[in-house]
């Protein structure tokens, strides 16, 4: 879905309810944002942006654009990469 639209962004961040069941260092998520939305992987459902923060009060945010993951990744052979 991220790829195929070009207007989202790629969002990383620490979760609060992964933190307390896992641990700090396996709280890392991803999710998607386009305007004013979040949509999320796991769960296929769609959120208002501001209720998704609220509910899961992520931290230690990244995002990237579409545009910025495909000339960052373009590099690697064959499309191979960590992500």
Do not use: C
């Not at 992964?18 to 796991?42: A, F, H, N, Q």
């Not at 990744?73 to 064959?78: E, L, M, T």
């Amino acid at each position: 879905m991220f790829l195929a639209q070009p207007s989202s962004i790629l969002v990383r961040g620490n979760i609060k309810t992964l933190e307390y069941k896992y641990g700090k260092e396996k709280s890392r998520y991803v999710w998607i944002e386009m305007d004013d939305y979040v949509y999320d992987p796991t769960s296929l459902y769609k959120y208002k942006k501001d209720l998704y923060y609220k509910i899961y009060e992520p931290t230690s945010i990244t995002k990237i654009t579409t545009e910025d993951y495909i000339k960052e990744f373009s590099a690697f052979p064959n499309g191979a990469h960590d992500d």
